[in-house]
């Protein structure tokens, strides 16, 4: 079944270190998305891409870089991991040419990080 | 200003009986609405979406509704199985598919 697959699913790390996530999907969709989820805060977005050309900031991606490799792969990455990162990350995938579901994004199962 | 609000952090229910779940905006330039659905140790997943020229929207047990003038939009969930216990978030299509997200209720439904 066409997916969104993210690894690894759990990390732990140390304040400092540098940590790649890692984001497929096989649903063929040109827009990805990465989100973070704390408690009480919701899912915020961090970056976004329309294209493998195109980036752009959320509303929190200070602290963050990300890297479009291929339509099919978005990665997340943490320079100088510090632990108020210390959260649930999301990726997820849309479709704008999707008809009706065009405004629905579909997400991976998340990556739980943790900086200690 | 793009805000979405949940004010109910979580809600009990006995099974069978309704579940109502509520959501509040600020910005009604972009009147797209979308419900999901999220368990422990999984992503969110898409329950239903409503957009500005409907009040209601229908699908099975679940039915949002939208009060456009009073910036309110409710999940309606009848009636309440076990297995509608999860977090639910409300989100807002600000265009570009860009979502902005409520902070989500935690709905447990009571056998």
């Known amino acids: 079944d066409a997916d969104v697959t993210q690894t690894p699913r759990n990390r732990i790390t140390k304040t400092g270190k540098r940590i790649m996530l890692e984001c497929s999907q096989t649903k063929g969709h040109d827009r990805m998305y990465w989100y973070r989820q704390d408690p009480g805060l919701g899912l915020r977005l961090i970056y976004y891409s329309f294209d493998v050309k195109d980036i752009n900031k959320g509303e929190i991606s200070d602290g963050y870089s990300v890297s479009r490799q291929a339509q099919a792969k978005f990665s997340l990455s943490l320079e100088s991991a510090i632990p108020n990162q210390t959260a649930l990350y999301f990726c997820?995938?849309?479709?704008?040419?999707?008809?009706?579901?065009?405004?629905?994004?579909?997400f991976g199962p998340g990556t739980r990080l943790t900086v200690l | 200003d793009q805000q979405v609000k949940q004010n109910s952090p979580s809600l009990s229910v006995q099974e069978g009986r309704i579940s109502i779940l509520n959501c509040d905006y600020t910005?009604?330039?972009?009147?797209?609405f979308l419900w999901y659905k999220k368990y422990p140790a999984e992503g969110p997943t898409f329950l239903i979406s409503i957009s500005s020229i409907k009040d209601k929207n229908e699908d099975g047990r679940f039915t949002v509704f939208l009060n456009k003038s009073a910036k309110h939009l409710s999940l309606h969930i009848v009636p309440s199985q076990p297995g509608d216990s999860a977090v639910y978030f409300c989100?807002?299509?600000?265009?570009?598919?860009?979502?902005?997200f409520g902070t989500g209720t935690r709905l447990t439904i009571i056998p």
């Open positions: 989100a807002q299509n600000f265009g570009n598919e860009k979502l902005t």
């Open positions: 910005n009604s330039m972009f009147d797209y």
């Open positions: 997820a995938t849309s479709d704008p040419w999707g008809g009706p579901r065009r405004n629905e994004q579909f």
